[in-house]
């Protein structure tokens, strides 16, 4: 197997009587796409917040790219190189779907109040490459030519794909993507699925979550599933499809 | 507003010509008011002030969204150390001290000289300006900390209990030690002085300011400095805005979760913007207290902040251009009421009906319901782009857009 870009173990997660996770744990290898299902409640978005730190678990330990990392605050977490989107699109509504990316590109460079108001040479340059590196991003997930719109009058579809860019600007050794696809008609999925195979190609990492299994199926190297906030399966899509627990969860099986 | 439009980014000639012209208008203006009286130059030197706060609460609240409600005790800070820093309120704090404190006492006079005892302490405008910034971003970080997990309603609360604390101490700090003179409030604090000309005009002078061979009456005077104070807040406030750090408070404005999750350390970013917006209210509050010549508390209630966070709001939230002209109208309106509506009423009734005091509560509130029913972005909101079609890019695009599809395919536009 070849090497270990997200390696998390033993997560516990309760919320009040609810024990929400139990010894959740994956091992993402470089350059996959690992795909997490499991049916609603299951606790795929939980488990995704932990890892980024919108949450903070009881226990677990944490490692990316070989260094530990503590998700105890999500800037932390997107600084030492996880980046995510979320499941009801966040985007900054005001702003133009350029400056969206921009913000991307914030935790990855420091001008501070005096280069801002002096604008010396470096912050200059420094401005100039955050635009340019945006401009190339918007155009990468293919929504270039609305680099000026504002964010929140541009199509759900490209909402979607300017999120994708957004997370992709902070330079992620892994893009966490919580459900790409809700809420995309069959064509719009053909179209996220080639994005995201073109993403993979770039060397990122990517962690999905999806409701949609026969999208996951085709499109993820490894996948984990989820039910009641445990691991009920791990492995090869193929090997998936065919795990009688999987299919009971989905299914409903006899209990 | 079509007739003048600041976009430097999309229309930079016209923006250009606009400034200039405005510019211009803003240069001749206080001659031309003047020949009404002073105290019309007088009003626009309040505005201009006001102006000053409202774009330091824009960062506050336009920017970074964080709705706060005791903008002005900034401006009670940099007012309050102007008076203690540059009036003789310093001996009367030495004399409070002296049966308490004759240590303290002692080390203020080894450290000040001798003089401090009768005559306090009088610094420089050189030193005011900076130290006021300086202070009021020091406690706007301060009153920013408690608050930071604060948002809406909640933060609302705070910082209107935290703009009545200030007041309340400025009010009541006279005693064990006389640092703000209470509710008297400090007098006699120094004009504003550059390169040895004072603002105020020197005594016997009627309030006439000699500069080389230029004679122009003070408040004149003190129009130009505040003109040049308002222009360099639009300057930083305007490059802040478009700089890593303007785009990650509209960030938390739009979505603080989101925010967090692109990589921004919100609790720093947000204690940024309490420091930056509190250090315009400092400045301000320092230039309105040499200005006046005397501070007391009573200029910074609750009304006030409301008033400056209602400059923003009518103005136009977040949009330099629209802020300033919600400062004009709000803060010059009231006074323009006061000299027009009851001379009006004088002749027409021949006696004042309405005084002009509550004419202006009125309006004020009628104004507020009627922008907010028909403009609830106010005034001068910011311009969206909502096209459903692109815009056509222009021929340059087009072709620096070609030569890169060609040499970077996988660039490739989707149609």
Known sequence: MSEIILNIAGVNKRFGGLQALTDVGVKIAKGQIYGLIGPNGAGKTTFFNVITGLYQPDTGTFELDGKPYSPSAPHAVAKAGIARTFQNIRLFGEMSALENVMVGRHVRTHQGVFGAIFRHKAARQEEAAIRARAQELLDFVGIGQYAERTARFLSYGDQRRLEIARALATEPKLLALDEPAAGMNATEKVALRELLVKIQRTGVTILLIEHDVKLMMGLCDRMSVLEYGKLIAEGLPAEIQKNQAVIDAYLGGAH | ?415
């Not at chain 2, 311009?383 to 695009?397: G, M, Q």
Request: charged share 15%; glycine share 8%; proline share 5%.
């Open chain 2, 1 to 415: 507003m079509a007739l003048l439009t600041f976009d430097t980014a999309h229309k930079p000639r016209q923006a250009y010509t606009s400034m200039a012209v405005l510019l211009a208008v803003m240069l001749v203006f206080p001659f031309v008011a003047a020949q009404f009286g002073n105290s019309w130059v007088r009003i626009l030197d309040m505005a201009l002030l006001y102006i000053m706060l409202a774009l330091g609460l824009n960062i506050v609240v336009g920017f970074a969204g964080l709705l706060d409600l005791g903008y002005i005790a900034f401006f009670a800070v940099g007012a309050y150390l102007t008076g203690l820093f540059a009036s003789p309120q310093f001996a009367a704090l030495l004399e409070s001290v002296v049966n308490y404190h004759p240590e303290l006492q002692d080390a203020i006079v080894r450290t000040f000289g001798e003089d401090v005892r009768t005559n306090g302490i009088h610094l420089s405008v050189w030193a005011i300006v900076p130290l006021a910034a300086l202070v009021a971003a020091l406690f706007g970080a301060l009153l920013g900390a408690p608050t930071l997990k604060l948002r809406g309603d909640y933060l609302a609360i705070v910082t209107l209990g935290f703009g009545e604390i200030i007041r309340i101490f400025m009010n009541n700090l006279n005693d064990p030690i006389n640092f703000t003179n209470g509710p008297q409030g400090i007098n006699l604090i120094d004009p504003i002085r550059i390169f040895g000309v004072s603002l105020a005009g020197e005594a016997g002078s009627r309030a006439t300011v000699y500069i080389g061979g230029l004679k122009l009456p003070s408040v004149n005077a003190y129009y130009f400095l505040f003109l040049l104070l308002c222009i360099v807040s639009i300057f930083v406030t305007s490059r802040l805005q478009h700089s890593r750090l303007g785009r990650a408070w509209v960030a938390i404005r739009e979505d603080e979760i989101a925010a967090k999750a692109m990589g921004i350390n919100t609790r720093n970013v947000k204690l940024l913007a309490f420091s930056m917006g509190a250090s315009f209210g400092g400045v301000a509050g320092a230039m309105f207290a040499a200005f006046q010549g005397f501070v007391s508390p009573e200029s910074f209630a609750l009304t006030e902040s409301i008033a400056v966070l209602a400059m923003v709001v009518l103005g136009g939230i977040g949009h330099i251009p629209g802020v300033v002209m919600g400062g004009v109208l709000l803060a010059a309106l009231p006074e323009v009421l006061r000299h027009v509506v009851e001379p009006a009423q004088q002749a027409l009734f021949g006696n004042v009906v309405i005084e002009a005091e509550v004419l202006r509560q009125l309006l004020y509130g009628l104004a507020m319901v009627l922008i907010m029913l028909n403009r609830p972005a106010g005034l001068w909101p910011s311009p969206r782009k909502e096209e459903t079609a692109p815009l056509p890019p222009s021929p340059r695009t087009r072709k620096k857009r070609a030569k890169h599809e060609r040499d970077h395919p996988e660039h490739r536009r989707r149609e």
